[in-house]
């Protein structure tokens, strides 16, 4: 039993942990230039795309906030609990997505983990055969928006659950 949807009672599960710093209040120009930096990323990107770049990234790094804020922002403009839980095994459920999704999604996480050191050439080809060359450069700025955000959070242990969409 829980006490609303969103937040359960802590005599079912474990309390939730404390952040290590409210970063966004020490570092207040740091937060204003990331959101400006996010914003000026989305302009010209599809926002379902958005979406599906901040959720996969936010999975491939354990940002759990990231994940509670950017599942409840895509619910909430409509995409479905479907494409959402297909999302962590994409490779296996393509048909969820439209080859552009797919080309956004496979550099998403070439650029998150750059375990070899580079992005390589047939992701990005595939990624610009899908998007023009300012959507493109939108589109990497937003995998790397994401990823620094996912990294502020992870790193400060922001709380997951608080989240409601249009917050931030």
């Not at 930096?37 to 990107?45: E, T």
């Not at 990624?127 to 023009?132: C, P, Q, S, V």
Request: charged share 20%; aromatic share 8%.
């Amino acid at each position: 039993m829980t006490t609303n949807e969103n937040s359960p009672t802590t005599s079912e599960y474990t309390a939730e942990h404390t952040p290590r710093m409210q970063w966004t209040q020490h570092a207040p120009d740091v937060y204003r230039a990331m959101a400006r930096m996010d914003g000026a990323a989305a302009k010209g990107l599809d926002p379902v795309v958005a979406e599906l770049v901040k959720i996969r990234s936010s999975q491939l790094n354990h940002c759990a906030f990231c994940l509670d804020m950017h599942t409840k922002d895509a619910l909430a403009a409509g995409e479905s609990v479907q494409r959402i839980v297909q999302l962590s095994a994409w490779e296996e459920s393509q048909h969820f997505y439209t080859p552009k999704e797919i080309a956004a999604i496979e550099l998403t996480e070439a650029v998150t983990v750059l375990t070899d050191g580079f992005v390589p050439d047939e992701v990005y080809a595939k990624a610009a055969k899908h998007f023009d060359e300012t959507e493109l450069a939108h589109l990497i700025a937003a995998i790397i928006a994401i990823n620094a955000w996912n990294r502020f959070a992870v790193t400060t242990r922001m709380v997951p659950g608080h989240y409601t969409p249009g917050d931030h």
